[in-house]
DNA sequence: CATATATTGGACGCGCTCGTATAGGAAACA
DNA sequence: TGTTTCCTATACGAGCGCGTCCAATATATG
């Protein structure tokens, strides 16, 4: 096939076992490269678009050292996936200010604007995309994905929602529903339009103000009265 | 390149000149049986995993005379988007039951429900992330995809919403913005789930119920005071 | 009927990419 | 130092899909 579904083997983690063998070990930031190489060209043109020997290149390693840390294609597009899953969840768990001493309002707003300040960047966009072509051949890594990334999102945002429901500053029956409205109004279509390319890269001050838009919208339906 | 992007060369229109010239024309079904053939193709695997052969095979008919239709398989892929554009304009068009006789409720979520119908069917999901995939990386073809797909919901569904505003029954400032909440409301992230094979096909129930709920969500935030 | 074009089926060249093989040099252990 | 393993560079086999060529046949027009 020319570009076959990536059964995405199992993901080789980078402290895996320590270099217990005698003779030189592998260079870890070799590996750290060719991650990193790997997700930067999947995520701007999708996974048949690129070859090996681009990310070797990009990554300027050898491809035989490429295929030295990496059984084939697919486990090195499984570490990516890894790989940014990882880095959605680290970058979420940081983010709220859980404390209620700020309006709600402005709070949710600020929460809106970091969140789709990563979301709509057009690299994010495109890696999206391709990350989800890849992932629907393969539902074992699909569903490792959505709990790691869009799915954490959710989670961590019903929590957020809730608590604020247990302060009396909303009413809502379902937070879990709640959250995924607010998130519906957030994203609208723009990652499509971002993805096609239809609109430019949104400003800081054009995300800020859809946060904030959306987010009153969502008070106006789950205020409490 | 092993999936080289389409620049999907100018699309062939079915009816664009009557057979004048001598000799035997162009049977108009096979080309059509072509379209469907590569439109369902492409739908359920994306671009770069439909052979020409296999399109071929489905349309019964000779590689051969895809050829003779098409120059490549970008201009055949440029003709399925087209053809499934002028689809969804057709079918949107036909679906608001304009009259304000019935509860506005009652009226947006059945036109909810006609729209998530078909938005959320597996095939049409698969579908609409192959197409984005390819539209990707031609954005002429991609506003004129857009335009005539996403873009014409929101334009129907802001018309819509703001003869319900002129009426009386909404207090909204911008009906586009109002249209991109509801859709987003309707929508969530289950594109992203059906995508994924997270969750199995939503059943019409499932369908109407999510409508309903968006829709009552939407009106809390929108109806006039 | 004569003519021009469409369609078929098979075969094929071309370019591309994956993944492997090989050999020499580099680097980390003991 | 010696040994083991890694890294590089290059070449190469195998497979696959696109697009074309060809000869034979079918089907429309004038």
Redesign the interface.
């Known amino acids: 096939?020319?570009?076959a579904?990536p059964s995405a083997g199992q993901v080789a983690l980078l402290p895996a076992r320590a270099p217990r063998g005698p003779g030189r070990p592998k260079d870890q930031r070799k590996r750290a490269a060719i991650v990193a190489a790997a997700t930067g060209l999947f995520m701007e043109r999708?996974y048949?678009?690129v070859?090996m020997e681009a990310v070797a290149a990009a990554a300027r390693v050898s491809k035989m050292t490429v295929y030295g840390h990496f059984r084939d294609k697919a486990a090195l597009f499984g570490a990516v996936v890894r790989g940014v899953s990882d880095q959605m969840t680290a970058a979420l768990t940081g983010l709220p200010p859980a404390g209620a001493e700020t309006d709600l309002e402005t709070r949710l707003t600020a929460v809106g604007t970091a969140l789709l300040g990563m979301i709509l960047s057009p690299r994010v966009v495109?890696m999206s995309?391709?990350l989800?072509?890849m992932?629907?051949k393969d539902?074992a890594l699909?569903?490792a994905?959505?709990e790691a990334g869009?799915g954490n999102v959710?989670a961590v945002l019903a929590r957020y929602l809730a608590d604020a429901a247990a302060q009396g500053l909303l009413r809502l029956d379902a937070p879990q529903?709640a959250a995924?409205?607010l998130?519906?109004?957030?994203?609208?279509?723009w990652p499509?339009?971002i993805?096609?390319?239809?609109v430019p890269a949104p400003s800081a001050g054009e995300i800020e103000a859809r946060a904030r838009?959306?987010v009153r919208?969502?008070l106006?339906?789950?205020r409490a009265a």
Chains 1, 2 share one sequence.
Do not use: C, I, N, Q
């Open positions: 096939m020319t570009s579904p999708g048949a678009e070859t495109a995309h391709a989800m072509g992932l629907m539902r699909a569903a994905f959505y869009p959710r529903a995924d409205d998130l519906g109004l957030w994203e609208g279509d499509k339009r993805a096609l390319a239809l838009r959306a919208v969502f106006r339906a789950y």
